[in-house]
């Protein structure tokens, strides 16, 4: 890797991302393939590294020096990948942002993170341009468009920046532990944290868990109903494959059910991503339309994001013929840590620990559980964060030397699989006994009326913490006092007396991020409120 860098003394073994995922693409011969299909287009890997190139080029011509951070903006796109390593290659530090926010969120990630660059679509510019003056430390906006207006003299349209750059550069000669990129959580619980990843931590996941538990190949073709914002869409829908010279599909629209029909039938993807609500949502709307949609193409389905319930596995299966292998990563652990495998699998769990990775249960001390005691996961293993921007208070509560706080709580049966019993913060104690919400939502999300469920703790006018369950019933099904009994019944037959919930409130949706996710937070705070 040497050869990409011009030489700096005393600095040993250099490395950059950008040169790992991009660079030795070329050098293996796959400068003719396709990398990129994004709508009717195709994006060879040469292209993809002359664009790289440019746009690291161009951020140089602008000043912009190493470690300075750049906000990407983006939906899915071409411009982001272009966008995200040449910020790498020149020693800059991209932070992909969630592309739903508010003018007031992305004043404070800009201000947070001290960005000097913005790339944004021009759509979501119209959006946040009247708060420029908020954006302390912004000195360059680049647009990207589909579009020829005239913009204003503030900023710079993204052709416009790399055009005539050149598509020859050295990398920035940085290190394994030098800073590659952030990203934001999604601040559920306070103000978004800035997580940090160091240069080597792409590669650790793709060796990991790309190549050991899902086997992915030059071959492969992958498409993530994520976004490329979020941690589990970064690794699906750009640096998994491009770390293998395989092919991405890269959607820009909402993953709706028939969006992702279309798209597996139209791109023939080989490896699916996709998270629980998704594919009980892609189930219910197969079933209503009647349409019979061909996923031959694919050999393997990913899940993660959040618990995904054991009849959503069965019925896809029964559907498809193919596996979902749930798992669960985080931003802090860049990607999947705990999954099942195709030879390795039980419905309901999130699997085992992921080669390379260490896990274990703790109670309150930081001791050790036995199997089949709930407590919280901690992590260990090279692609977690480095730490937490400008926020030493969350670096002491999370980071316990080598090891993680998850505040995930989980089980470990004696075969050695992992079971998911809700985020710390979600528990509620009914009766004095604790209860996990998510024991009540994998009932519920079982009754053949139910299409998603979200549970939460609610306080009664007496003070005491009882269920309360929101409910999006399928098409066609009554909403009324009846259905809320005989889900009542549904819940008491199959779990403790004490666990049932209390009150039922039908929904039309659920609050979700923009990759399915359900947000309870928001319940909860609709509930306090």
């Given at each position: 890797?040497?050869?990409?860098?011009?030489?700096?003394?005393?600095?040993?073994?250099?490395?950059?991302?950008?040169?790992?995922?991009?660079?030795?693409?070329?050098?293996?011969?796959?400068?003719?393939?396709?990398?990129?299909?994004f709508e009717d287009k195709e994006y060879s890997y040469l292209e993809v590294r002359k664009q790289v190139n440019q746009f690291a080029n161009a951020l140089s011509d602008a000043r912009v020096e190493h470690e300075n951070r750049v906000i990407l903006?983006?939906?899915?796109?071409?411009?982001?990948?272009?966008?995200?390593?040449?910020?790498?290659?020149?020693?800059?530090?991209?932070?992909?942002?969630?592309?739903?926010?508010?003018?007031?969120?992305?004043?404070?990630?800009?201000?947070?993170?001290?960005a000097k660059v913005l790339v944004v679509h021009d759509d979501l510019w119209e959006q946040i341009k009247h708060h420029r003056s908020e954006f302390a430390y912004l000195k360059h906006v680049i647009i990207v468009s589909d579009h020829s207006e005239t913009l204003d003299n503030d900023v710079i349209e993204y052709s416009e920046f790399v055009n005539n750059k050149s598509d020859?550069?050295?990398?920035?000669?940085?290190?394994?532990?030098?800073?590659?990129?952030?990203?934001?959580?999604?601040?559920?619980?306070?103000?978004?944290?800035?997580?940090?990843?160091?240069?080597?931590?792409?590669?650790?996941?793709?060796?990991?868990?790309?190549?050991?538990?899902?086997?992915?190949?030059?071959?492969?073709v992958t498409l993530s109903a994520s976004k490329l914002f979020f941690a589990y869409g970064l690794g699906n829908g750009m640096y998994f494959p491009l770390g293998m010279g395989a092919s991405t599909i890269l959607l820009r629209d909402k993953p709706t059910p028939e969006l992702i029909f279309k798209a597996i039938e139209k791109y023939k993807?080989?490896?699916?991503?996709?998270?629980?609500?998704?594919?009980?949502?892609?189930?219910?709307?197969?079933?209503?339309?009647?349409?019979?949609?061909?996923?031959?193409?694919?050999?393997?389905?990913?899940?993660?994001?959040?618990?995904?319930?054991?009849?959503?596995?069965?019925?896809?299966?029964?559907?498809?013929?193919?596996?979902?292998?749930?798992?669960?990563?985080?931003?802090?652990?860049?990607h999947i840590y705990l999954s099942n495998t195709t030879k390795d699998l039980k419905p309901g769990?999130?699997?085992?620990?992921?080669?390379?990775?260490?896990?274990?249960?703790?109670?309150?001390?930081?001791?050790?559980?036995?199997?089949?005691?709930?407590?919280?996961?901690?992590?260990?293993?090279?692609?977690?964060?480095?730490?937490?921007?400008?926020?030493?208070?969350?670096?002491?509560?999370?980071?316990?030397?080598?090891?993680?706080?998850?505040?995930?709580?989980?089980?470990r049966d004696e075969d050695g699989f992992y079971w998911y019993y809700g985020r710390t913060d979600d528990m509620m104690k009914v009766g004095g006994i604790w209860v996990s919400p998510i024991e009540i939502e994998s009932v519920l999300i079982g009754h053949s009326d139910v299409l998603e469920v979200a549970v939460i703790g609610s306080e009664s006018q007496k003070g005491l913490m009882k269920p309360k369950a929101y409910v999006v019933l399928k098409e066609g099904i009554t909403n009324d006092d009846d259905k809320k009994s005989e889900l009542t019944e549904f819940v008491k037959r199959k779990l403790a007396k004490h666990k049932f919930p209390r009150e039922i409130i039908f929904m039309d949706s659920l609050p979700k991020t923009t990759s399915g996710k359900i947000q309870r937070f928001k319940l909860k705070t609709a509930v306090h409120s």
């Open positions: 890797m040497s050869e990409h860098f011009n030489p700096v003394s005393e600095i040993e073994n250099p490395y950059n991302a950008a040169v790992r995922f991009i660079d030795e693409n070329i050098e293996n011969g796959f400068e003719d393939k396709t990398a990129i299909y903006l983006l939906k899915d796109s071409p411009e982001f990948v272009f966008s995200f390593f040449g910020s790498i290659k020149t020693g800059a530090v991209p932070i992909p942002l969630n592309t739903l926010g508010t003018a007031k969120d992305y004043a404070y990630y800009l201000n947070n993170s001290r020859k550069l050295k990398a920035f000669y940085s290190t394994v532990d030098d800073q590659a990129f952030w990203l934001y959580t999604s601040g559920s619980t306070g103000k978004p944290k800035g997580v940090m990843h160091l240069q080597k931590s792409m590669e650790y996941s793709l060796d990991n868990f790309a190549k050991k538990i899902l086997r992915i190949t030059k071959d492969d993807p080989t490896i699916f991503f996709g998270v629980p609500t998704l594919y009980g949502a892609m189930l219910d709307y197969a079933e209503r339309s009647g349409k019979d949609y061909d996923l031959s193409s694919i050999r393997v389905c990913v899940s993660a994001g959040e618990n995904l319930p054991s009849n959503f596995v069965l019925k896809w299966k029964e559907k498809y013929n193919l596996n979902i292998l749930d798992g669960i990563g985080s931003t802090e652990a860049l769990s999130t699997g085992k620990i992921v080669p390379g990775y260490e896990a274990k249960i703790v109670n309150e001390l930081f001791e050790s559980v036995g199997d089949n005691e709930v407590g919280e996961l901690v992590l260990k293993g090279g692609s977690l964060t480095s730490g937490f921007w400008s926020n030493s208070g969350e670096n002491k509560r999370k980071l316990h030397g080598e090891w993680i706080r998850t505040g995930d709580q989980y089980y």
